[in-house]
Nanobody
């Protein structure tokens, strides 16, 4: 059974940084994606990384977000720099395994001074 668990969220001041982690079990080396959902808004894709390490980003986060993976630990990271108030959301990781979509429970990122 595939399980995803996010961690690393918290309260950060504007301009600060966070590194989110997504630990996966039951699924190895698949494409991974980070999404976020702010209150009252649709969930949106912010970054993805393929099994081969190819990355992609939402235009509005390019240059500030960086996705990476440690295949030995089966963990995907999302480094977020220069946090903005509009980055505040619950961040989720997602993968597809054997034709099924799996989501983690999410980690809250709050940006406030």
């Amino acid at each position: 059974q595939v399980q995803l668990v996010e961690s690393g969220g918290g309260l950060v001041q504007p301009g600060g940084s966070l590194r989110l982690s997504c630990a996966a079990s039951g699924s190895y080396g698949n494409d991974m994606r980070w999404y976020r959902q702010a209150p009252g808004k649709e969930r949106e894709l912010v970054a993805g990384i393929s099994s081969g390490g190819t990355t992609s980003y939402l235009d509005s986060v390019k240059g500030r977000f960086s996705i990476s993976r440690d295949n030995a630990k089966n963990v995907v990271y999302l480094q977020i720099n220069n946090l903005k108030v509009e980055d505040a959301a619950v961040y989720y990781c997602r993968t597809v395994h054997a034709g099924h979509i799996y989501w983690g429970p999410g980690t809250q990122v709050t940006v406030s001074s």
